[in-house]
C-alpha cells in the first residue's frame, strides 16, 4: 500500500495553461513547457494543468518535494469544461479544479453569495 497520497486541498497554487497542449510529453516536456513558455518554477508546491484539443484528456504536473507527479485522466465520453481559447496560463482557485474535473465549466455565472451581517 502506498503511504503518499496528493491532496489537491493541500496544494497552494493551481495553474492551468489555457491552450491547446500535445500530451504525448513526458514530465520533462512539461517541466520545460512550465519553465521556458511561461517563466514559472515547476519546482514549486503547484499544480500545472494541460489539456488536449478535443478536450477530453488532462494531465497534471506536480512536484512533491523529492520527485514530480504526473498526472492523466482520459473520459471517455464527453468533454472537460477547458478553457482553451486563450494563449497563456493562468491560477484557478481549488473550486474552480473541482468543477473542471466534475465536468462543470469554472466561470461559474451563479453562486450564492457570501453573507455578514452585525448584531445590534
Known sequence: MFGIMISFDDIPEIYIV???TDLRKGIDGYASIVQDLYQINPFQDALFIF???????IKCLYWDGNGFWLLYKR???GH???PVRDDGIAT???QQLRWLLEGLKMEQKKAFENKSYKYA
Open 80 to 82: 472537460f469544461q477547458f
Open 18 to 20: 489555457k491552450n491547446v
Open 92 to 94: 484557478i482557485t481549488k
Open 75 to 77: 473520459l471517455e465520453k
Open 51 to 57: 489539456c488536449n484539443k478535443h478536450r477530453n484528456k
